[in-house]
């Protein structure tokens, strides 16, 4: 166990719709990172936050959307949702900065039917 | 974009024998690191190597860092089925993030 928490595991949803992916960081860690894992692009970073401020951004496209809260979970909008946008989302935290560990949740697989 | 490139991508062998993958850049970059991801986990860290010609070791695992810090491999001794999953290095490019760059992955099937 990461102590990572993704959820949901997995989210079916139709073409158009908008969908929300919550992750609950490692207890102390102040950075979360989204991450997009598909099977012809691999794993793509799209964006990180820090401390509850935007830190870094990947290419993430305009109808996606993250934020980080207070209390240092982060969400990440995903909307008008096209069949290409399946994947396995990741989300992972660490206590930031360069070569520190990243840890990985379980992931979010997201159909788009 | 400064790439990784990882070969090979599929690798199928038996229990016991021996492999190697690589990491490949035409960048330096100041470390890297090597990641396992299992079916249906988040990948997860293996070993960070930070200077060039380091050779680090874990349990059947060995990593080494090239000496001009461009290129990676990882070297599995007597393979163990238990050792199948994707095998990823990745590089932080940034000095004030800690943003991932990951290669493609090598997918290992270790037969028993």
């Known amino acids: 166990d990461s102590g990572v928490t993704q959820t949901p595991k997995h989210l079916i949803t139709a073409t158009g719709q908008r969908v929300t992916l919550r992750c609950s960081p490692r207890s102390g860690d102040l950075s979360v990172y989204w991450y997009q894992q598909s099977l012809d692009q691999g794993l793509q970073f799209l964006i990180q936050y820090y401390n509850g401020e935007e830190r870094a951004k990947g290419n993430i496209l305009e109808r996606f959307s993250a934020q980080q809260f207070p209390d240092l979970h982060s969400e990440l909008n995903l909307s008008s949702l096209e069949l290409g946008d399946s994947a396995l989302y990741f989300c992972?935290?660490?206590?930031?900065?360069?070569?520190?560990?990243?840890?990985f949740g379980q992931g979010t697989r997201l159909t788009v039917v | 974009t400064q790439l990784l490139e990882q070969s090979p991508q599929f690798l199928s062998i038996q229990e016991g024998e021996n492999l190697t993958v690589y990491c490949n850049s035409s960048s330096v970059f100041s470390s890297l690191q090597w990641y396992r991801q299992e079916p249906g986990e988040g990948p997860v860290l293996l070993v960070t190597?930070?200077?060039?010609?380091e050779v680090k070791k874990l349990k059947r695992l060995t990593f080494q860092f090239g000496d001009a810090r461009k290129d990676s491999s990882l070297h599995i001794t007597a393979a163990q089925p238990g050792d199948t999953g994707l095998y990823l290095c990745a590089r932080a490019p940034g000095s004030n993030t800690g943003k991932l760059i990951f290669g493609q992955g090598t997918t290992l099937q270790v037969k028993p």
């Open positions: 190597v930070v200077t060039g010609g």
């Open positions: 992972a935290s660490s206590v930031g900065g360069l070569n520190t560990e990243a840890f």
